[in-house]
């Protein structure tokens, strides 16, 4: 089944006995798109979250009108729009397909179906996001804090 061996290969779920990624795999769906297709734009509403399986995805942001900043492009493996999961909110970047990609989608619907039938599932789903969410965070703090003296001296 591509959806276990595509969860397996992620760092979200890479702590995930064989019996949790089976059970979460029924509640994802696959996606195909082809190079230039949007997945989502900014501030739309944010209801699903996505693990790349192949291809790229770029996030990118709108700094201004017609002007748009790279942040990062997804690859194999990477999973991103977590916080949808979690809240009800627009999301704050675009993400677009570079290339011909293969995902995988976590519905947030699915995701309140999984907290009721497999709750340690869906927690250890949650704590995963915050270890990546922290470890981002942690990443940025040298370049946010040479914006800071930057600006400061």
Excluded: C, W
Aim: proline residues 3%; glycine residues 8%.
């Amino acid at each position: 089944m591509a959806k276990v061996s595509a969860l397996k290969e992620s760092v979200l779920f890479k702590d995930f006995s064989d019996n949790e990624i089976a059970s979460l795999a029924n509640f994802v769906d696959e996606k195909n798109l082809n190079a230039a297709t949007p997945l989502f734009l900014e501030n739309m509403k944010g209801e699903s979250m996505y693990v790349v399986i192949s291809g790229g995805i770029r996030l990118s942001k709108m700094l201004s009108e017609g002007e748009e900043k790279t942040l990062t492009t997804m690859g194999a493996g990477d999973f991103f729009g977590e916080m949808a999961l979690i809240e009800d909110g627009p999301r704050s970047v675009s993400a677009i397909a570079v290339q011909d990609s293969h995902v995988l989608v976590i519905k947030r619907s699915q995701f309140e179906k999984l907290m009721e039938e497999s709750p340690k599932v869906a927690v250890k789903i949650v704590i995963g996001i915050y270890r990546t969410l922290s470890d981002r965070v942690r990443s940025l703090s040298p370049q946010i804090q040479q914006m800071i003296l930057g600006k400061a001296g």
